[in-house]
């Protein structure tokens, strides 16, 4: 069994202002995260998306914002927020959904690109192959607050987390961090040039294809996870003995393979005359 670090889940405070490492890995999930796209958009010569870059950027972490917190309230936690409503926007007092946070991401950079007259598909790609690396260091803020910690385990590396009881468990933050961020971006960031170099000479990587390959990669790589991570008390486990993640996460494969197909049907689709 491996000694859980002391970590104390604030940096420092003055008064009420706390800083908290856990908001600090989201700041520099978000700053990694822009620099890395602008680099890409000035690599790519795409001067429309980086003359929109800082408003898009405002408008992707609204999305993520309202649409993590409100896929907590509706996927997790849907019963205790029906009874108190008030509380749906009470975000200082924890829960957020990754899904729910791909939802509302999404929508937010759809509507944008559309107002903006941005191809809401190449911007997709730039921001897909960055997105591991805020996964990852959020991963990371979750293991220094010591929540969504893993089921019991007998396994050497097993943690005593507190508040998770007095068992040792997998510390399934970290394995989160090593799939969803660090191998995922090792996967992603090699290709992210592949769709409009293939589209150049015909190829099958249609814009919009790195999206689909995160899609279903971490899709894959977080039901795996899921079966060493605690359910939701609330929850427990659903249908076929599955948690909401990975029944989340099953839905966000079949996503990605959708979406795979229909941009393959459009690639292929005569130009109209």
């Known amino acids: 069994m491996l000694a859980y670090p002391d970590i104390d889940p604030v940096i420092f405070a003055v008064g009420p202002f706390a800083v908290r490492w856990y908001g600090l890995m989201y700041v520099l999930g978000f700053t990694a995260s822009y620099l890395l796209v602008r680099q890409q958009a000035r690599r790519l010569g795409w001067q429309q998306m980086l003359d ?89 803020g979750n293991f220094f607050n010591g929540e969504l910690y893993g089921r019991v385990t007998d396994a ?55 999206l689909v390959l995160f899609l279903i990669c971490y899709g894959v790589f977080r039901w795996l996870i899921e079966f060493f991570r605690e359910p939701d008390p609330q929850l427990g486990l659903l249908l076929f003995g599955m948690s909401m993640g990975q029944l989340l996460c099953a839905a966000m494969i079949g996503a990605g393979l959708i979406l795979h197909a229909v941009l393959r049907k459009q690639q292929h689709k005569p130009a109209a005359q």
């Not at 957020?96 to 997709?124: D, E, P, T």
């Not at 090699?190 to 190829?203: A, D, E, F, I, Y």
């Open 52 to 140: 929109q870059l800082d408003n898009l950027n405002l408008a992707l972490i609204a999305g993520v914002i309202l649409g993590g917190r409100l896929g907590y309230v509706f996927f997790y936690n849907s019963a205790y927020y029906l009874e108190h409503p008030a509380e749906m926007i009470a975000t200082w007092q924890g829960g957020m959904s990754f899904h729910g946070g791909v939802i509302g991401v999404l929508l937010a950079g759809l509507l944008f690109c559309r107002r903006a007259g941005l191809n809401f598909w190449q911007g997709a790609d730039l921001y897909a192959v960055t997105a591991p690396i805020g996964l990852g260091l959020g991963r990371i």
């Open 156 to 210: 050497p590396w097993g943690m005593i987390f507190p508040g998770g009881g007095e068992l040792p468990r997998h510390p399934s933050q970290l394995y989160e961090a090593l799939l969803e961020g660090l191998v995922l971006f090792c996967i992603l960031w090699p290709l992210r040039g592949k769709p409009w170099q293939q589209n150049q000479l015909g190829g099958l990587w249609p814009h919009g294809s790195l």
